[in-house]
């Protein structure tokens, strides 16, 4: 149902609170990743502002976690039963509040988002409060990756749907949205504070299930009912060329 059209000036308008020396920490969910472990986290430490990494491992029986622990500044959190996708968002979330970073990004182990695009992310922080990635653009993705057409066209409705329920005439609401599915973003510090609460405890416990994929689609709602800005920019998007999909087992 629509509520309202969340048109406040101090809250949905412009604002403008420059990082002058950002500091981010990247999450990563891993389930039997070893083939791609070790070449995520050097692309994440290639980035500019990159202090920690914090990798979720969903009880693999693998190395994965063997390599992770080898890497200077990156923090392991070792699961002893796979409690799936939503669940390694949450504790690596809660994590990094742990540290002193500023800015807290969540990407995937399999290679298919690239680190790079953090220099496209972080600016967007002066002005909102997360950052989403989108899929949808074909320039940026790679021919032949994992996003079918059931994958493209459901996430596009659930965007659209989600977007027309915030939707007004003016600027065309407070978001813009194609792609709820991607899991690839960035939040602020402060802003990720406003919402940890409820993303750890979420009201609708359907999510915690091993073999969902509702995590990220449920934190944008959450972040957009707590007032923060939301701004979706387009992202690269690569084959998986290592390893299998582990949508099944990890979401």
Not at 32 to 52: L, R, W, Y
Not at 140 to 151: A, D, P, R
Request: proline share 4%.
């Amino acid at each position: 149902k629509r509520k309202h059209y969340k048109t406040n000036p101090g809250l949905h308008y412009l604002r403008n609170l420059p990082t002058l020396d950002p500091k981010v920490c990247m999450i990563i969910p891993t389930y039997n990743e070893e083939k791609n472990i070790q070449t995520i986290m050097d692309e994440c430490f290639k980035q500019k502002f990159v202090q920690k990494i914090i990798v979720v491992d969903n009880n693999s029986t693998d190395k994965t976690t063997v390599i992770a622990e080898k890497e200077k500044n990156v923090i392991v959190l070792k699961k002893k039963t796979n409690k799936g996708y939503t669940d390694s968002c949450v504790l690596g979330f809660k994590e990094s509040l742990k540290t002193d970073c500023d800015i807290v990004s969540l990407i995937d182990a399999d290679g298919t988002f690239s680190p790079n695009d953090l220099k496209k992310m972080i600016p967007y922080l002066e002005n909102c409060d997360m950052v989403v990635g989108t899929r949808q653009v074909q320039t940026l993705t790679e021919k032949g990756n994992q996003n079918s057409m059931f994958y493209v066209w459901g996430n596009m409705l659930l965007a659209k749907l989600l977007q027309l329920k915030y939707f007004s005439l003016l600027h065309l609401g407070i978001v813009q949205l194609t792609d709820v599915g991607c899991s690839y973003r960035c939040i602020r510090r402060d802003a990720l504070e406003k919402i940890i609460d409820e993303l750890t405890n979420p009201t609708d416990l359907s999510i915690l299930k091993p073999k969902n994929w509702l995590f990220s689609l449920y934190m944008t709602m959450l972040a957009i009912e707590n007032d923060l800005k939301i701004v979706e920019i387009p992202l690269t998007f690569r084959k998986r060329d290592i390893g299998e999909s582990k949508s099944e087992v990890t979401k």
